[in-house]
């Protein structure tokens, strides 16, 4: 059974830091294109990051660049997402994804990990 397990949400003041992981299982994704993506309440699911299989190539929303930054360790089948300087607006739950068929549609999705700021 493959599985996406997300783990490092929390609560944590406007200005700090979380680090998000994504522990794969069932699968080696290790050639797989991988994302972040947020859902706020009353809002649509977004993309936040991504990297590629190898990780030499990665996209950010631009409401989280320069704070933000995925990466990968195919040895452990594990992404993450490093945010820093964390704003209010960022409160979401955040869903890990992968893109198996490199089609830029994401077919496997974890259950998600709350992230809330305070102000």
């Known amino acids: 059974q493959v599985q996406l397990v997300e783990s490092g949400g929390g609560l944590v003041q406007a200005g700090g830091s979380l680090r998000l992981s994504c522990a794969a299982s069932g699968r080696t994704f290790s050639k797989d294109n991988m994302g972040w993506f947020r859902q706020a309440p009353g809002k649509e699911r977004e993309l936040v990051a991504a990297i590629n299989w190898s990780g030499d190539s990665t996209y950010y929303a631009d409401s989280v660049k320069g704070r933000f930054t995925i990466s990968r360790d195919n040895a452990k089948n594990t992404v993450y997402l490093q945010m820093n300087s964390l704003k209010p607006e960022a409160t979401a739950v955040y869903y890990c994804?992968?893109?198996?068929?490199?089609?830029?549609?994401?077919?496997?999705w974890g259950q998600g990990t709350q992230v809330t700021v305070s102000s």
């Open positions: 994804a992968a893109d198996t068929l490199l089609r830029g549609t994401y077919n496997y």
